[in-house]
Nanobody, 121 residues
Framework: QVQLVESGGGSVQPGGSLRLSCAAS????????MGWYRRAPGKQRDLVAV???????RYADSVKGRITISRDNAKNTGHLQMNDLKPEDPAVYSC???????????????WGQGTQVTVSS
């Protein structure tokens, strides 16, 4: 069994910061990539950022320079540092991990429960 648990969502004023975390646990052999998607009401789900096991990163154009993704491979945890949050950033942010599980020996994508980010003055 593999579980991803997210933490760190909440409400901030425009220009504020939040840090999301995503902890993977269970029968994990290797995590190849971790990242976050977000979905705002009435909109499609969009990729926010992704980081590979080697540390390569990719960001949505709308968040470049404001959001930084990182990971602690030893702890199977990813982090999303969000600065200068804007009115267009509110959404449910969901982390995912592309990993190999020892129980199935297969590579699959697992998802966290999602966390709400609100930006309001």
């Amino acid at each position: 069994q593999v579980q991803l648990v997210e933490s760190g969502g909440g409400s901030v004023q425009p220009g504020g910061s939040l840090r999301l975390s995503c902890a993977a646990s269970g029968s994990i052999v290797s995590i190849y990539a971790m990242g976050w998607y977000r979905r705002a009401p009435g909109k499609q789900r969009d990729l926010v950022a992704v980081i590979t096991s080697g540390g390569s990163t990719r960001y949505a154009d709308s968040v470049k320079g404001r959001i930084t993704i990182s990971r602690d491979n030893a702890k199977n945890t990813g982090h999303l540092q969000m600065n200068d949050l804007k009115p267009e950033d509110p959404a449910v942010y969901s982390c995912y991990a592309r990993l190999r599980s020892s129980s199935t020996n297969a590579v699959n994508t697992y998802w966290g429960q999602g966390t709400q980010v609100t930006v309001s003055s």
